[in-house]
């Protein structure tokens, strides 16, 4: 589930650990508001195999003469770029599978990007900073990784997917590619990466979603 996250806001985790069948995520859902999936939709999967669901009522609007990603937070050096600042920013390229923790996935995903490694550089974190939180352009979904977690050397915030800019539904402007890790822990449509020294507990951990979403061999 990752924000929203076609494998992204769907998906979770139950508290142990375990995955949700499908099956079992729907049943969940039709028993109502308590749970905490009021608004949810699940538009189904696509030919290229992604299934998106979402916390948002409507995908957000992007213009990119407008867009600034903002990086703040415990940091020495408080950053905001447009988006053709981000995109001239060193580019990587990536080939990693997406996995869902409904138990789908879509293998050899073509990301492009910036390493978070890149960013953590750039704004030069205070030594307190244990945390980073990524903000959605609504505000309405977030989620977290520790420092060690968004320096590993396969973590990209990406603006391109398959050789094309990215979808909307896919997450148009940038998205966090967190490839060890559910879908769920790579936000969609960011806007602000905040430095933190306590975790901040996302949308999905918020209701019961483990906060460290490992994908097991």
Same mark, same amino acid.
């Given at each position: 589930?990752?924000?929203?996250?076609?494998?992204?806001?769907?998906?979770?985790g139950t508290p142990g650990g375990s995955?949700?069948?499908?099956?079992?995520? *729907?049943g969940l859902m039709a028993?109502?508001?308590? *749970?905490g999936y009021v608004g949810m939709r699940i538009t189904g999967r696509t030919a290229f195999g992604w299934r998106e669901n979402t916390v948002e009522s409507s995908q957000p609007k992007f213009d990119p003469s407008t867009y600034r990603l903002t990086i703040d937070g415990m940091v020495d050096n408080p950053v905001t770029l447009t988006y053709d600042e981000l995109r001239a920013l060193p580019p990587v390229h990536q080939v990693s599978?997406?996995?869902?923790? $409904?138990?789908w996935s879509v293998p050899d995903v073509e990301w492009t990007g910036v390493r978070m490694q890149h960013l953590i550089d750039l704004v030069r974190p205070a030594?307190? !900073?244990?945390?980073v939180t990524f903000h959605s352009?609504?505000? #309405?979904?977030?989620?977290?990784?520790?420092?060690?977690?968004?320096?590993?050397?396969?973590?990209?915030?990406?603006?391109?997917?398959d050789g094309d800019r990215l979808p909307v539904a896919r997450g148009l402007p940038l998205r966090v590619v967190m490839p060890r890790m559910y879908g769920y822990k790579g936000a969609k449509w960011l806007r602000? #990466? $905040?430095?933190?020294?306590?975790?901040? #507990?996302?949308?999905? $951990?918020?209701?019961?979603?483990?906060?460290? !979403?490992? #994908?097991?061999?």
């Open positions: 589930m990752a924000n929203e996250n076609d494998t992204t806001t769907s998906s979770s995955a949700v069948s499908r099956a079992k995520f *729907l028993a109502g508001g308590a *749970l599978d997406f996995q869902c923790v $409904e138990g030594k307190e !900073a244990r945390y352009l609504t505000g #309405i979904y977030r989620d977290s990784l520790s420092m060690q977690q968004a320096g590993l050397p396969d973590v990209l915030l990406a603006y391109d997917m602000r #990466i $905040e430095f933190r020294d306590e975790q901040d #507990i996302g949308y999905w $951990e918020q209701r019961g979603w483990r906060v460290d !979403a490992w #994908i097991k061999a």
